[in-house]
T-cell receptor
């Protein structure tokens, strides 16, 4: 019944590895997002997809590549992980209509630790 | 351009006391404003939203907020704090469809409730 689900919940990996985080929503929303929350709890948008089309691409290293196979799924692949990538990554979704007024529904987050 | 400033990174109140969390925003277009709550090790949950209808909006868990255009503020209040209100609170601003639903978050306010 989970509306926005992310896997895995925890991810511990070594520097230089490549890893993926998956997100799925069953709300029928059109738009999905990736946000990064750092150790000070600051939230910053990374990417947004609308019905499989990339519409927001903030200043994020090229090592981060989102992929949306369909409008219910948004994955995040990270190459050559660095210590500074350690953070909590949140997936979120929203409806386009009416004008994104409903706000976001968030997943429970993926805590990535790079050692 | 849009931004949010949350005044006070930490707020401490006694159980039963008034809760007041401050948020000021900046937006080049009429904004949508949101308050989210984040409990430890969880994702963010929408508390309430302002979307240009009534300026006083009520949300879940007894919280409410008032949109004041002249003061560019959207402060969150609750008449009587409960221990379960202890959490991180985020104010967010969005320009709706104008910027593809992108929400910009404040730095967060940690609410502590003392018995």
């Amino acid at each position: 019944d989970t509306a926005v689900s992310q896997t895995p919940k925890y991810l511990v990996t070594q520097m230089g590895n490549d890893k993926s985080i998956k997100c799925e929503q069953n709300l029928g929303h059109d738009t999905m997002y990736w946000y990064k929350q750092d150790s000070k709890k600051f939230l910053k948008i990374m990417f947004s997809y609308n019905n499989k089309e990339l519409i927001i691409n903030e200043t994020v290293p090229n090592r981060f590549s989102p992929k949306s196979p369909d409008k219910a799924h948004l994955n995040l692949h990270i190459n050559s992980l660095e210590l500074g990538d350690s953070a909590v990554y949140f997936c979120a979704s929203s409806r386009i209509d009416p004008g994104f007024r409903d706000g976001y529904t968030f997943g429970s987050g993926t805590r990535l630790t790079v050692v | 351009a849009q931004s949010v400033t949350q005044l006070g990174s930490h707020v401490s109140v006694s159980e039963g006391a008034l809760v007041l969390l401050r948020c000021n925003y900046s937006s080049s277009v009429p904004p949508y404003l949101f308050w989210y709550v984040q409990y430890p090790n969880q994702g963010l949950q929408l508390l309430l939203k302002y979307t240009s209808a009534a300026t006083l909006v009520k949300g879940i868990n007894g919280f409410e907020a008032e949109f004041k255009k002249s003061e560019t503020s959207f402060h969150l209040t609750k008449p009587s704090a409960h221990m379960s209100d202890a959490a991180e609170y985020f104010c967010a601003v969005s320009a709706g469809s104008t910027n593809a639903g992108k929400s910009t978050f404040g730095d967060g306010t940690t609410l502590t409730v003392k018995p």
